[in-house]
């Protein structure tokens, strides 16, 4: 019983990182109805920045996503102003095979600057500590940390996105982005600083990634679909959805690995199948589209 | 009585042109009679890329379902040829069509999932069933698990065929199961173009068109979208399932990860269809000859020569959508496969 | 103050203006009447920039305006209230109207409490989603958000589109608050009534080019027959 309550909070915890991965993903989708191919090897990028924060400046991987954020910002605001807002319009091919060439571009550099090799983010003892929640269950300290920090950032990008101005000329430019320039709303800057914004994002998932397991430069396209899995589960537009979301695949790996260690990716992609077919447009979407 | 009027299709140098490509064809039929084998062996991997490229262009540039998971039925027609010819005893080019055939089958339920989402999520929807095809084929034990198998010399040895080329041509087992498959590749290829442009011809040719355009005003029309696209989608499945089915045989060694490789049967697959032209039916044959020459002088350069691929895409879709026969056809006028209807009034020139 | 010479605009290969001159002085309020198709849209929409103009077509102030974003003339001061409203389906009516102010420089006659003043139905609906509205309180709430920019020009493109005439004239009610601020109007109307009523000048259009101009006192019915549907 206490091994089954157990992988229900790892699947927990873990959702908290699968909706670290997919909030940005989210909130561009949601802005500029981009799908970023290269999304998950973005989030591998900044996880190397951070680990070349960490041991040029000798910092603990925290101060170092702090330190990396700003600049991680600055990139997702020039990649989208240079290269992405050209592919936005009506056909969708464009922005899919640019953001795929991308991916692939990302991988082999990062492959050429670092190798293949497993790298990690260490934090010390922090990554091995647990707090004991009595019954013989305890949650790890860093797992525990990922669920909130996702939770903030779920809380920050609402807040962002409905109590400011800045927000609403999002969701005016999401809604209708011809009637938004009429509005003195510039539309290139505007899908830039959504970028930024989901770079910061996506720093903060790689924060996580890197410290909880290796990682090397060929992980990101399964990031990407555990993140694209998430959103489509929470459905399109809802950023709680996608905690949601991120939850339940988490869950469903966490249930599947108990049940045998093979299964455990299987396992997600199913459970994200079903709710596919049960629920095409998501557990929580929008009801505006 | 008036005169009526018509819709004609050709060209006016059809005659020409299909004079020309039947000659091509006879003298690909005779190549491997005098030509070395490392040339009959790149060829091979040209015709399989080339049908490959045909079935994506189908599906994305006509149908307009842009899908980066068609490696599953790559990877589904590897794994069945190697079940059909290993387990059920069958001759391997019988595998391979039967290998197409439930490779369309497994389409319906994957089309009954993958056609609930739209746009980009569809592209990605369908590598995510892709990558449920290579974790399920993974637990295969009989057919090697995560690490695949090889094909036994009993099958490759004995391939219909062989004992006939080896008496003809007076070559090794090996080099006459080489040209076999070359022969069989070549069919393919020919076989998928030859498809392709009949389908693009019919009436289903127009109604894809209409979809690509507007589904509203298709569907307004007449066409039923749903069955159109669903057609289109199973057509392309059991046709890349029969070319995988084919690599593998070629390969004879196979794994998971390399039978849903993104990389090799949609990545390059894509990129060649984009350079050369994509929702044309010569681009792919433009875009697999470009292809071909870049992997054989630059494949060496490994993650840069990625890179370089990588870059050559982007640039691509932001300057040359139309691909070299997009730009070459409207700067020219030439058009090889003629597909375009017109209005022939009485009285016109024909 | 703002002119057009020679301004004509495509959609695709089909032209939809052929050389329209026209011209709005400080303070005045112009009307284009004419019938569907006739170029009316188009003509506001080149003006503000969502469709391309030839250059120096255009003039603000003297200076072409032509080939600027239209986010940059918005910022220029002239404001577009779109047909069909387009009010922002995901913000709420007081967001749809603070939208408005998104791009406007400090300091202006129009805000919030003042919109509110002159469409008190939009008060008590502030918090409602905007497509939740009748189509005449949609209106207003575009026209609240065009002033929310306080802009020197306003265009209205149709506001009388689709309304009952009861509502039309609530809304052209408002009209005189607007010009007591000194903004010059340019409006697009169906309505050669209301259009008449309020305009110190007329433009008729008719497939893509004036075929009349002139102040609505001295201008006949049978001139604007004509000129409306053509000879």
New interface residues.
Partial sequence: MTAWLDALLQGIMLGGLYALFAAGLSLIFGIMR??N?AHGDLIVLAAFVVLVVTTALGLDPFLAALLAAPLLFAFGYALQFI?LN??LGRD???????T??????V???L??AFSADSRRLRAGSIETESLSLGGGLAVGVMPLLTLASAVLAILALNFLFYRT?LG??F??T???P??????????KRIFALAMGVAMTVVAVAALYLGMRANFDPTIG?AR??YA??AV?IGGLGSLWGTLAGGIIIGLAQTIGARIDP?WQ??AG??A??IV??LR?RGLFP?A?D | MEASYRVSIGGRYTRHLALAGALVVALLVALPAFAARSLIEDLIFVFYMLALAQYWNLL?GYAGL?S?GQQAFVGLGGYLLFALAIMAGLDPLVAIVLAGVIAGLLALPTA??VF??R???F???T???A??YR??L??WKQLGGGTGTSLPPEITNTVSGIEGVKALFDVRTSAARDMILYWAALALAAGTVAAVYLILRSRHGLALAAIRDSEPAAASAGVDNFRTKLSVYVATAAGTGMVGALIYLQKARISPDSAFA??DWT?YV?LIV?IGG?GTIEGPIIGVLVFYLLQSYLASFG??Y??L??????VI??FA?KGIWGYVSERFGLVLFPIRRRLVRPGDAP | MLETRGLTAFYGDFQALYGIDAALAQGETVAIIGANGAGKSTFLKAV?G?LPSPPGAVRLDGAPIGGL???RI??LGI??V?EGR?L????SVE?NL???G???APGGYWNLERVYALFPALAERRRAPGPSLSGGQQQMAAIG?ALM?NPRILLCDEISLGLAPIVIRDIYNAVPAIKAQGTSILLVEQDIVQAMAVADRVYCFQEGRVSLAGRPSELTREQIHAAYFGA
């Fill in positions: 981009l799908v191919l290269l050209r592919t969708i091919l464009p922005p899919l095979l640019v795929f060439g991308l991916s692939i571009i991988q082999n550099g492959l050429e101005s609403r000329a969701r005016a999401s809604d209708d011809e009637t938004a320039q009429l509005m003195g709303i510039d539309n396209p990407l679909i694209f899995e489509i093979e990716i299987l992609h199913v994200f199948l596919l077919v095409p929008r505006v | 994305a842009i980066v009954f999932v609930r989402l746009g980009a999520y592209a990605i929807g590598w995510v069933v990558e449920v974790l399920v993974a637990q993104v990389l990545a894509i984009v994509i993650t840069w990625l890179i691929l990588g870059a050559l895409a982007i879709m932001l959508p | 503000t969502l974003a239209p986010a918005t910022r404001s577009l779109p387009r922002f389906p995901s913000l967001e603070l939208i408005g998104y791009g406007r958000r920019a």
